[in-house]
Structure formats: C-alpha cells, structure tokens
C-alpha cells in the first residue's frame, strides 16, 4: 500500500488528550481498512502564521500513514467535518522515516542553546526619554577616564620636576 504522512491542526482550546483521541479515530479506522499508522508525533501547541478561524495557536499532529487511496479520502473527509481540526495536510512519500521529524530535532537545540553573552552596552534599550550620546557608552567613558588619569599623571610628573 502506498505512504502518506498527514499533519493536522486542532484548535488551541481543546486539549492534547483531544488531539490524541483523534489520532486513535484515524488508526481504529485504518485498522478496519487494513491499514495502519507507522508514526505518530505531536508537535505540541505552536502559533500558527496567520489565524484560522480566529484561532492564533493550534496543536499539531504528524501522522505517517500506511492505507490506500479510498482510505486517505476517507480520513480527509472525516477530519474536515471535525471542528475541532483546522487544517489537514496529506502528502504521498516514498518511505516513512522512523527518526524524530525535524520539528522535534529543533526543539532539543533551542533547549541547549544557553547562555550567549551579555548584552553590548548603550543598546536595545527602548523608550523616548532613554536616547544616549556616544559619550555615555562604557567603552567612551573608560577612554575619558583613562585620558583624565594620563593627563594627572602628566601634571603631577610635571610638578615634580
């Protein structure tokens, strides 16, 4: 039979037990059908590019399926009656990869990713009252305080003689 991977959206305000309990409709059905569902990934509850039906958020589920055509139809047909779902996506693949999707990878490197430094001085800062002159930056003024103690030094060498 051939592959399919299917990813759907449900709204933001049904729960992961929901979307879940979803999936288990599309595998009771695809068992009955002689298919069966080879992946299973929930993605979590991201924000979605533009709204859908007022939503800003959705859940997202990849499922990688193995049924026929009629099967497929079928399935699409029964999540586009499903209020719950917002979009249905379902593409023909070669073969169904076994690893984690790259959605999931990512999210590993965005935990590891850590501390990157601080923030250079005299910027991002926001509001009106808050602009600085380029005096006021920490490199200036440990270049003016510098130029103050060569210039006591000097005076002070210059007394001495």
């Known amino acids: ?16 037990q929901q979307v879940e309990a979803i999936a288990d ?4 059905y695809l068992e009955a059908e002689s298919g069966s569902v080879k992946k299973r990934e929930y993605w979590g509850l991201r924000t979605l590019a533009y709204r859908i039906k007022k939503n800003r958020k959705g859940h997202y589920m990849l499922l990688g399926l193995d049924a026929s055509s009629a099967a497929i139809k079928e399935i699409e047909r029964q999540l586009s009656l499903n209020e719950d779902v917002l979009r249905v996506l379902t593409l023909r693949v070669d073969e169904i990869d076994e690893a984690p999707s790259v959605i999931l990878s990512r999210k590993g490197d965005e935990r590891e990713r850590g501390f990157r430094g601080p923030k250079p001085a005299g910027r991002f800062e926001s509001g009106r009252g808050t602009r600085r002159n380029f005096d006021d930056r920490e490199e200036f003024r440990a270049r003016n305080e510098r130029e103050e103690q060569q210039r006591a030094n000097a005076t002070a060498g210059a007394e001495a003689e």
């Not at 039979?1 to 992961?16: F, G, K």
Request: proline content about 5%; aromatic content about 4%; overall charge negative.
């Open 25 to 28: 409709g599309i595998a009771t």
């Open 1 to 16: 039979m051939p592959l399919y991977e299917t990813v759907l959206i449900a709204r933001n305000d049904v729960s992961q």
